[in-house]
């Protein structure tokens, strides 16, 4: 069974960095294009990155130049390094495959809040 767990949220200033980790099991991450997701109140799950098996990345133009998706094969976790943070950040954080979805995790609640 694939599992995704999403951790590293919590509440930052505007300006501030955040590395959010997404450690999977039941799937190995260097196979799969993986993707971190948000979700803000009352919007729609969105995309905000992407990490191709072969290592190339894409971003949503709001995050392009601000948030940075990796991922660690040997651990076979995905990551996401957030900087210059803005309060339309705010949202809750997942992580899951791109071309094939499995099961969400809990998420990872970012604040971003003076």
């Known amino acids: 069974q694939v599992q995704f767990v999403e951790s590293g949220g919590g509440l930052v200033q505007p300006g501030g960095s955040l590395r959010l980790s997404c450690a999977a099991s039941?799937?190995?991450?260097?196979?799969?294009?993986m993707g971190w997701y948000r979700q803000a109140p009352g919007e729609r799950r969105e995309l905000v990155a992407r990490i191709y098996s072969g290592g190339v990345t894409t971003h949503a133009d709001s995050v392009k130049g601000r948030f940075t998706i990796s991922r660690d094969n040997a651990r076979n976790t995905v990551y996401l390094q957030m900087n210059s943070l803005k309060p339309e950040d705010k949202a809750v954080y997942y992580c899951?495959?791109?071309?094939?979805?499995?099961?969400w995790g809990q998420g990872t609640q970012v604040t971003v809040s003076a």
């Open positions: 899951n495959g791109v071309s094939s979805l499995y099961n």
């Open positions: 039941g799937i190995k991450i260097s196979l799969f294009t």
